[in-house]
């Protein structure tokens, strides 16, 4: 196929309603690639991609039609996020999280559809759910603010962030500590405890206004590697929240989690799509430049020598095994029927996101080995793919947590736990 997309690359068996949406992507990725490594230079995320995706239609992507979306699946998201990486990874994690806020409307849902909820409970959750992804189909960015600093043994994430009631709302207090686009996105999508309530089944889901009294930002994120994603965090100081802004149903956050088919929140794959575009685009712009360069003295390609054959065979296989991860994850958790239980899913993603993030890691390694000293420049390809690929091995669990955690479900049954309250420090 002469007019393969690059999305393709990931997702190789796309239907035509899938195409139409990679190609939208497609005409994106010239600005992004032409603004990435200022963007890397200055730490600044590029407000401009902000209007530059909301005109393509991006900022719906997962969105039912019915909602006003593009009715984009997982499988989309991922080859989206993808292309991204190998124009500019940082807006590619940016626009990723946007994309995770999806999952807070499509999750409850399914999970009324499923029964989870009473006759009483169901208005308040189609209401928000509704709201939410109306508003992502409209163009609106959010930013989707779960983590925070404070860590705890039992749980990947832990909320220490508080609600409590107030007349016509609630007053949130707490502090974020990662999820893109801060300063940037138009709502902060904030998951916080409701007062009263000391474990999962009192996390809620609130929407604050970029630019609401008591907002502020934390100090800039000098990030290793995805300088350009806004990463600093929010500070919340008696923030006021209407009460139709917000999803306080007990339980409703659990219950949603029970919908998703493995990873989280049931898109978390796509985070590892990011990682390994950038992988493939660091390998495919050292190849091209080890073959092109010649010695001196021979005339013969540098990608000919012993030593540049083994590095490039080694980057091939590191990079074939993330794709074989990753191709492997995304089917699990879109085919139709279920191909393994969610349990088995869930493993797997545990599993596959480390090493996914490990291999490509090693791509960049190879690259950077391959590169010499010319490819050890921070503004160039190589540098910056390092320094990108370095925070992939860190960003939403280290490899090693996984495998831990493996280890715990196959010898002892033990039951995952995604989220734990805790007081603030």
């Known amino acids: 196929m002469t007019d393969r997309l690059t999305g393709e690359r990931l997702v190789d068996d796309m239907t035509e309603a899938e195409r139409d949406r990679a190609q939208r992507v497609e005409s994106v990725l010239p600005a992004l690639r032409a603004a990435a490594a200022k963007a890397d ?31 984009g699946t997982l499988r989309d998201l991922a080859a989206a996020t993808y292309a991204m990486g190998t124009a500019c990874p940082s807006t590619a994690l940016a626009y990723f999280f946007h994309n995770t806020s999806a999952s807070r409307g499509l999750l409850p849902l399914e999970a009324v559809e499923a029964g989870l909820f009473t006759d009483a409970e169901i208005p308040a959750v189609r209401a928000f759910a509704g709201k939410l992804l109306k508003r992502m189909a409209s ?31 609630w007053i949130l207090d707490g502090e974020k500590s990662f999820g893109c686009a801060t300063g940037v996105a138009d709502y902060y999508l904030t998951t916080a405890r409701l007062e009263g309530h000391d474990n999962a089944e009192g996390l809620a889901t609130f929407f604050v206004p970029r630019d609401a009294p008591g907002v502020s930002v934390r100090a800039p994120w000098d990030g290793l590697g995805m300088r350009a994603t806004a990463n600093n965090g929010i500070r919340l100081e008696e923030v006021f929240v209407a009460e139709d802004e917000a999803l306080t149903v007990p339980g409703a956050f659990t219950r949603m989690l029970r919908m998703s088919r493995g990873s989280f929140v049931g898109n978390q794959l796509a985070i590892a799509a990011v990682y390994t575009g950038c992988a493939q685009n ?40 993330a794709y074989l991860w990753l191709r492997r994850q995304l089917l699990l958790e879109t085919a139709q ?9 869930f493993l797997q993603w545990r599993l596959g996101k480390g090493s996914v993030t490990e291999c490509c890691f090693q791509v960049a390694l190879g690259a950077f ?26 960003m939403t669990f280290p490899a090693e947590r996984g495998r831990l955690e493996v280890a715990q479900l196959v010898t002892q049954a033990k039951e995952n736990e995604l989220f734990a309250v805790a007081d603030r420090p």
């Open 282 to 321: 660091v390998y495919d712009v050292v190849i091209e430049q080890l073959t092109r360069k010649t010695f001196a003295d021979t005339g013969r390609p540098i990608a000919s020598s012993p030593m540049h054959q083994q590095l490039i065979g080694e980057m091939t296989v590191q990079l074939e095994t």
């Open 139 to 169: 163009g609106v960015w959010l930013a989707n603010f779960a983590s925070e600093s404070v860590k705890s043994a039992a749980a990947n994430i832990t909320i220490a962030t508080t609600a409590r009631r107030t007349a016509g709302g």
């Open 369 to 394: 080995k391959a590169s010499g000293t010319s490819g050890a420049m921070m503004g160039g390809v190589v540098g910056r793919a390092l320094r990108d690929l370095a925070m992939g091995l860190v």
């Open 41 to 71: 230079e200055q730490a600044r995320f590029p407000v401009e991609h902000v209007a530059l995706l909301r005109e393509a239609g991006l900022l719906g992507l997962v969105v039912p039609q019915e909602h006003g979306g593009l009715g």
């Open 337 to 345: 029927p279920p191909l393994r239980p969610k349990e088995e899913v």
